[in-house]
């Protein structure tokens, strides 16, 4: 089992930037990807950026260039910084984590970006 705890969400204003964090416990052992997943109201949840066991990386093209994920392994925690974040970036952002064919999620982090 892995636990997931999400965190760094808030209200932020249109072209400001959050960190969010999401730490990895229980069974650490053979957790590869983790990534980033967000749902706006309405709409289908939708990749936003994931990272591999050794350090590559994938991105939504709607946030190339604004977002970055990084990984520290020792720690078993993925980080999202969000810079030039749009009120389009609303949602509730979501970590995940493989492990041994299994995906886990975590409860979700509300990012709100007002105009």
């Known amino acids: 089992q892995v636990q997931l705890v999400e965190s760094g969400g808030g209200l932020v204003q249109a072209g400001g930037s959050l960190r969010l964090s999401c730490a990895a416990s229980?069974?650490?052992?053979?957790?590869?990807?983790m990534g980033w997943y967000r749902q706006a109201p309405g709409k289908q949840r939708e990749l936003v950026a994931e990272v591999t066991y050794g350090g590559n990386t994938n991105y939504a093209d709607s946030i190339k260039g604004r977002f970055t994920i990084s990984r520290d392994n020792v720690k078993n925690t993925i980080y999202l910084q969000m810079n030039s974040l749009q009120p389009e970036d609303t949602g509730v952002y979501y970590c995940v984590a493989r492990r041994l064919g299994y995906l886990y999620w975590g409860p979700g982090t509300q990012v709100t970006v007002s105009s």
């Open positions: 229980g069974s650490g052992f053979g957790i590869g990807t």
